[in-house]
């Protein structure tokens, strides 16, 4: 049986005292990328699978010193773009990535990368969390992002659903109110990365502690 999700206005509370709670949006923030264009956002992005963010930003600032276009990539042999990137490891695998990447990029959509959801996932590399981040932070759209964090809150929570970060995603955005998304995924995840951390959590100073599914089990609180 499937745990049940929070109420609609349950979720709509969550929302509210996460964005009194937590900083939310800058307006020095550049995204978990910070890249200047779509293109270069979608390669950060497929580097930081599994990287820690100073090694992403390390392969990406070697990389992008060779190349910024997706010809100017291509024509880039794989040892020169492996050697750049190898600082955020599974290096063979992204380099294989970003070179079908940008065949796929200048063969199917004239180098120009798409601006929806359905056209970034189509391109090698790019799954519903960097499709989302791109979208997000490059295009200006009204998308939470779902990273490990932001998986982990909502499942602890209730506020979505989900075995991946993609069903996560899925279920998130069928329960989010309108209002919330643009500034979500900024919420969720500094939300996740100060109190409602992997181990630990700080459920003594969390905000939304009194209707959170995975603290009312744990405490007994749920009747169960």
């Known amino acids: 049986m499937t745990d049940p999700l929070l109420s609609a206005q349950d979720v709509e ?3 509210r005292r996460l964005a009194e709670a937590m900083p939310g ?4 923030a550049k995204g978990p990328k910070g890249q200047p264009d779509a293109f270069r956002s979608c390669i950060s992005c ?4 599994q990287s820690r963010d100073a090694n992403t930003a390390a392969a990406t600032q070697a990389l992008f010193a060779l190349a910024q276009t997706p010809q100017a990539m291509l024509d880039l042999g794989d040892d020169e773009i492996t050697a750049a990137i190898r600082p955020c490891g599974l290096y063979n695998m992204k380099t294989r990535n970003i070179r079908r990447f940008c065949e796929s990029l200048i063969g199917d ?3 120009v990368v798409p601006d929806t959801r359905a056209g970034l996932m189509s ?6 969390k960097c499709a989302d981040i791109v979208l997000s932070f490059t295009f200006g759209r009204d998308v939470i992002a ?3 964090h932001v998986h982990r809150v909502c499942n602890r929570l209730g506020l979505a659903r989900g075995k991946t970060e993609a069903k996560t995603a899925e279920s998130l955005v069928e329960q989010s109110p309108d209002w919330a998304l643009r500034d979500g995924h900024f919420w969720l995840i500094q939300f996740g990365k100060r109190i409602c951390t992997a181990r630990a959590p700080q459920c003594e100073r969390c905000p939304v502690s009194d209707l959170c599914h995975w603290y ?9």
Do not use: F, N, Q
């Open 25 to 28: 949006r800058t307006g020095t």
């Open 46 to 49: 497929m580097l930081s699978a």
């Open 216 to 224: 009312k089990a744990s405490t007994g609180e749920d009747g169960g």
């Open 146 to 148: 779902v990273d490990t």
């Open 109 to 111: 959509h004239g180098g």
């Open 123 to 128: 391109l090698p590399g790019i799954g519903r």
């Open 13 to 15: 509370t969550v929302y």
